[in-house]
């Protein structure tokens, strides 16, 4: 069975820091990707980053970029989302996904290029 595990969400002030993971299992980690999007209330999903476990290549939205960063460890089947800087803009459900991407070609930016999704955890940016 698949699954994708996401845990550290929170509140948060602004400015501050967390770190999200997506524990990984039921399928090949090595060979797929994992990407992080985020849902607002009354808006679409966005992804704002995504990693290759096949060649290490990442992808960031312009609007984390500098400020978000996508770590891998792939001994632990899991991936993290350390998040800086964070403003309430950044306030959402965060989902992590997993599927067979190529961020280099830009495969992986949105959410039908994954087969697998977790269930989400919130994160509130409080001014």
């Known amino acids: 069975e698949v699954q994708l595990v996401e845990s550290g969400g929170g509140s948060v002030q602004a400015g501050g820091s967390l770190r999200l993971s997506c524990a990984a299992s039921?399928?090949?980690?090595?060979?797929?990707?994992i990407g992080w999007f985020r849902q607002a209330p009354g808006k679409e999903r966005d992804g704002i980053s995504c990693?290759?476990?096949?060649?290490?290549?990442?992808w960031y939205d312009e609007s984390v970029e500098g400020r978000f960063a996508i770590i891998s460890d792939n001994a632990k089947h899991t991936v993290y989302l350390e998040m800086t800087s964070l403003k309430p803009e950044d306030t959402a459900i965060y989902y992590c996904?997993?599927?067979?991407?190529?961020?280099?070609?830009?495969?992986?930016?949105?959410?039908?290029?994954?087969?697998?999704w977790g269930q989400g955890i919130q994160v509130t940016v409080s001014s």
């Open positions: 039921g399928f090949s980690f090595d060979d797929y990707g």
């Open positions: 996904a997993a599927g067979n991407i190529r961020p280099r070609d830009g495969f992986g930016l949105l959410p039908e290029d994954y087969l697998y």
């Open positions: 990693i290759s476990m096949r060649d290490g290549s990442t």
